[in-house]
């Protein structure tokens, strides 16, 4: 499998199979939608992950939900943390 920086993994109960894919450099959008088909669903939410390298080799990943920001992480050499917002 290619290696990404951003690697999602979606879980759905209902299905005999999970699913996966990796993100490239510029992080992924997922919109999720609701309803009773897909042709009758609305958006329900927006969710983005983007990817930030910083001159000293240190790696910022935040996480938003409809635009606001939820959560930050630092990836530095092999140590990863949570930032506070």
């Not at 879980?11 to 992080?27: M, Y």
């Not at 997922?30 to 990817?51: D, P």
Request: net charge positive; with cysteine.
């Amino acid at each position: 499998m290619k290696s990404s920086p951003i690697y999602n993994f979606v879980h759905v109960p209902d299905r005999a199979t999970n699913k996966d894919f990796g993100a490239g450099n510029q992080g992924f959008t997922q919109t999720v939608r609701v309803g009773t088909s897909s042709r009758n669903s609305h958006t329900f939410a927006n969710i983005s992950v983007t990817r930030e390298l910083f001159e000293d080799g240190r790696v910022q990943f935040k996480l938003f939900i409809d635009g606001e920001l939820i959560k930050r992480g630092i990836l530095d050499g092999c140590e990863f943390g949570l930032a506070k917002i």
